[in-house]
């Protein structure tokens, strides 16, 4: 049965899926076996893993809102690439696809329980521009910035982004931030993370307060040696780094995370 305004609402928030099938059929999976209807993706939906068609076609079927992430942009946009990973994984693609992620929007925004939530990739400035965690009250309170990339929609109380691959939440100065972390490649953990968040359908008959939205991290098991075994099979560039981040979440041989 579809929602109705006032109805409690589930929306799942994944990102970084990264050409990583393996992962985001069984973070899809576990979202639909929760009865949650609503996906948000955050963007990089291609790079570091085999298969970014896959993945975008699967996005594409379920007409899931998804923003533009900094691999989809450079993928997308630059004939040719610096690196011979880059390239494998531009070639890959079709020109529909291709074209698909370059017109992704810079953000997503919903309501739930009277509060503006806002979605976008790295951060207000761009796909480009990185915040870890933990990070300054400047950084935390410019997450709500209306800046030329955000637009000038209502100003947000919660945003979530992905990027940094590292799930987080942090509350301060009236402002909830949360990361998704990275379904695909996730550097702080095992398995596969995203996020739950759950409130109330705006309501056009009321002027409602803004009420509580719930926060919700959850991690997904998946069989990473099948994956790894995939880009392996298929010849991709770089597999073997891909194996360690996926098996010891360690970013291309380095105990220092990055993206």
Not at 13 to 19: A, C, E, K, T
Request: proline share 6%; charged share 20%; net charge negative.
């Amino acid at each position: 049965m579809a929602a109705t305004a006032g109805d409690l609402h589930r929306v799942a928030v994944v990102s970084d899926v990264h050409g990583n099938v393996t992962a985001y059929e069984a973070v899809l999976a576990d979202i639909a076996h929760r009865g949650i209807e609503y996906v948000v993706n955050l963007g990089d939906l291609i790079g570091k893993g085999p298969r970014g068609s896959e993945c975008i076609r699967m996005t594409r079927e379920r007409a899931i809102p998804t923003v533009r992430g900094n691999w989809d942009t450079f993928i997308a946009r630059d004939t040719v690439q610096p690196w011979e990973h880059g390239q494998w994984v531009r070639d890959t693609l079709s020109e529909d696809e291709r074209h698909w992620l370059a017109t992704l929007p810079n953000v997503h925004e919903i309501v739930l329980s009277g509060q503006p939530i806002r979605f976008f990739h790295a951060s207000p400035v761009s796909e480009f521009h990185r915040v870890f965690a933990p990070t300054t009250e400047e950084e935390h309170r410019a997450f709500v910035a209306q800046t030329a990339f955000t637009g000038d929609g209502p100003v947000p109380t919660i945003v979530g982004y992905g990027d940094i691959h590292g799930a987080y939440l942090a509350v301060d100065y009236g402002i909830t931030v949360f990361n998704a972390g990275s379904v695909g490649n996730a550097l702080d953990g095992p398995g596969a993370p995203y996020v739950v968040l759950e409130g109330a359908l705006p309501r056009a008959d009321l002027d409602e307060p803004a009420g509580h939205v719930g926060i919700t991290f959850v991690r997904v098991p998946y069989d990473v040696e099948a994956e790894v075994a995939v880009a392996e099979e298929l010849g991709m560039p770089g597999a073997d780094a891909y194996a360690l981040e996926l098996r010891e979440q360690r970013y291309r041989g380095s105990a220092v995370p990055a993206t």
